[in-house]
Nanobody
Framework: QVQLVESGGGLVQAGGSLRLSCAAS????????MGWFRQAPGKEREFITA????????WYADSVKGRFTISRDNAKNTVYLQMNSLKPEDTAVYYC??????????????WGQGTQVTVSS
């Protein structure tokens, strides 16, 4: 069992940066792949990035590639999402999730409550 709590969301101007954090409780954090998803109003939840349990492998959706960076610190039970060059279309609720497969969306079984990111133009 893993409990996840996101933080770091807020309001930022286009072109700005934010860093989201996701703190996990539970002794098995380091055995899970971690992913970030986002959901904008009226849209489906989008899978945007993931990192393997070791941190050696990462994946990014085209919509965020080159602007967002995922990382993790297993000693701190925390995964991060550094978001640069933010655009208004990045506005969404951002969720972190823990899963048993890096790229299989349905294998992400533990979810945080989400944190709002709003990018003004």
């Amino acid at each position: 069992q893993v409990q996840l709590v996101e933080s770091g969301g807020g309001l930022v101007q286009a072109g700005g940066s934010l860093r989201l954090s996701c703190a996990a409780s539970g002794r098995t954090f380091s055995s899970y792949a971690m992913g970030w998803f986002r959901q904008a109003p009226g849209k489906e939840r989008e899978f945007i990035t993931a990192i393997s349990w070791s941190g050696d492998s990462t994946w990014y959706a085209d919509s965020v590639k080159g602007r967002f960076t995922i990382s993790r610190d297993n000693a701190k039970n925390t995964v991060y999402l550094q978001m640069n060059s933010l655009k208004p279309e990045d506005t969404a609720v951002y969720y972190c999730a823990a899963g048993t497969s890096l790229l299989v969306r349905s294998r992400y079984n533990y979810w945080g409550q989400g944190t709002q990111v709003t990018v003004s133009s």
